[in-house]
């Protein structure tokens, strides 16, 4: 069975630039995740999709941070324009409904 | 809001001591989930505790969900170079996933 698919790995940017991150979940599962997660620090929910709604954005810095999920499968995550302290890892997961979580490798961003 | 403390943040144990991690909440959890994240991993699910008193193994792992299930715990006997990584327990309730901030263990050979 194919995992969650993201990427790009890594990404270096200066601050004030924009980048993406994609992810492909499991097929089937309806349930996707972005997750920030700061060196040292658990994963934080920045927004759960079920389908292609949103289920909860509540922590997601909106007047900078993006996600959408189109047709209910793949997603993006943007940031514009992206701070220092953005700097960390976006982890991806996908579950069947509030089951079990798959992570994805994650992409890990630097911002200079 | 929500919030999920787990104790303690780092554990040093020399291979072949036991070790335990806690997770607590000042409200009722709805299930529990443990996940292990290798260092530079991603999260691996472990297991999800679901009933109050649960108590579940794997192997040298036992997993414990409080009467009140405001708390769980996860304890590893006689730990391996294998074991190191961080501990996670997750807040599943209400279609939301809630992680705490993880417990570092170490493991000297």
């Known amino acids: 069975e194919a995992g969650v698919a993201q990427s790009p790995r890594y990404k270096i940017i200066e601050k004030r630039q924009s980048v993406a991150f994609w992810c492909n979940p499991i097929s089937g599962h309806a349930t996707l995740y972005w997750y920030q997660q700061i060196l040292g620090q658990g994963p934080k929910l920045l927004i759960q999709f079920q389908n292609n709604g949103v289920v909860d954005d509540s922590q997601l810095p909106k007047d900078r941070f993006s996600a959408e999920r189109l047709k209910g499968v793949d997603s993006t995550l943007k940031i514009q324009p992206a701070k220092l302290e953005d700097s960390a890892v976006y982890l991806c997961a996908s579950s069947l409904g509030g089951g079990q979580a798959f992570f994805g490798q994650g992409t890990r961003l630097t911002v200079v | 809001g929500q919030q999920v403390m787990q104790i303690p943040q780092y554990q040093h144990v020399q291979e072949g001591e036991d070790f335990t991690t806690y997770c607590n909440s000042s409200t009722t959890l709805s299930n529990i989930q443990w996940y292990k994240q290798r260092p530079g991993g991603h999260p691996v699910f472990l297991i999800q505790?679901?009933?109050?008193?649960e108590v579940k193994k794997q192997k040298r792992l036992t997993f414990q969900f409080g009467e009140a299930k405001k708390n769980s715990s996860l304890h590893i006997t006689a730990t391996q170079t294998t074991d190191v990584g961080t501990y996670f327990c997750a807040d599943t309730g209400g279609f939301k996933t809630i992680f705490g901030a993880g417990t570092r263990l170490f493991v000297k050979a």
């Open positions: 505790l679901v009933k109050s008193g």
